[in-house]
T-cell receptor, first 110, second 115 residues
Framework: QKEVEQDPGPLSVPEGAIVSLNCTYSNSAFQYFMWYRQYSRKGPELLMY????GNKEDGRFTAQVDKSSKYISLFIRDSQPSDSATYLC??????????FGTGTSLTVIP | EAGVVQSPRYKIIEKKQPVAFWCNPISGHNTLYWYRQNLGQGPELLIR????????DSQLPKDRFSAERLKGVDSTLKIQPAELGDSAVYLC?????????????FGPGTRLTVT
């Protein structure tokens, strides 16, 4: 079993839709949770990070962590064509070694 | 602030040939990571440096891969000899110790194709 599971998609939504991206994990020691955005032929770019449980909001993006269910989510409100990318979740127990999901490919259609 | 710089951006080599990748981290970042990202997969850590010390190289295939980080700044990752299965994107990332270490900044990667 992989440390982190992520639905690869692809996910296609109309502009303005709310997007929900999810990851599950098996290691209960994980306490650092991150979401990265990766455009084609670019390196991953950190979008959001959360320590332990709870929610975090930044503009149109909201990250949620449910440690009891070992489940994290990223919500994108009012999605834009520029949000079209691959979204990677990543997790760590110690803030040094990170385990990445496989990424979900998102396309926002104008 | 300049980002993480990697070169070359693309490399095509024949199997059994050697290849090297270079990374220049963000100025002041003492932690440097090398990841490998296969198509349709997330990055997988190969090696992590704190300054010039390799503190985690457990996932580095040491029979053919080597890395160095002289003077705790630039780093080079080498493969010798390359195999077909080494075709991937090699990503370098850096972060600053003392700051939230999970704020890793990635370079654009080197796309390696082994034929």
């Amino acid at each position: 079993q992989k440390e982190v599971e992520q639905d690869p998609g692809p996910l296609s939504v109309p502009e303005g839709a709310i997007v929900s991206l999810n990851c599950t994990y098996s290691n209960s020691a994980f306490q650092y949770f991150m979401w990265y955005r990766q455009y084609s032929r670019k390196g991953p770019e950190l979008l959001m990070y959360t320590y332990s449980s709870g929610n975090k909001e930044d503009g149109r993006f909201t990250a949620q962590v449910d440690k009891s269910s070992k489940y994290i989510s990223l919500f994108i409100r009012d999605s834009q064509p520029s949000d079209s990318a691959t979204y990677l979740c990543a997790m760590s127990a110690d803030g040094n070694q990170f385990y990445f999901g496989t990424g979900t490919s998102l396309t926002v259609i104008p | 602030e300049a980002g993480v710089v990697q070169s070359p951006r693309y490399k095509i080599i024949e199997k059994k040939q050697p290849v090297a990748f270079w990374c220049n981290p963000i100025s002041g970042h003492n932690t440097l990571y090398w990841y490998r990202q296969n198509l349709g997969q997330g990055p997988e850590l190969l090696i992590r440096y704190e300054n010039e010390e390799a503190v985690d190289d457990s996932q580095l295939p040491k029979d053919r891969f080597s890395a160095e980080r002289l003077k705790g700044v630039d780093s080079t990752l080498k493969i010798q000899p390359a195999e077909l299965g080494d075709s991937a994107v090699y990503l370098c990332a850096s972060s600053r110790w003392g700051q939230s270490t999970y704020e890793q900044y990635f370079g654009p990667g080197t796309r390696l194709t082994v034929t």
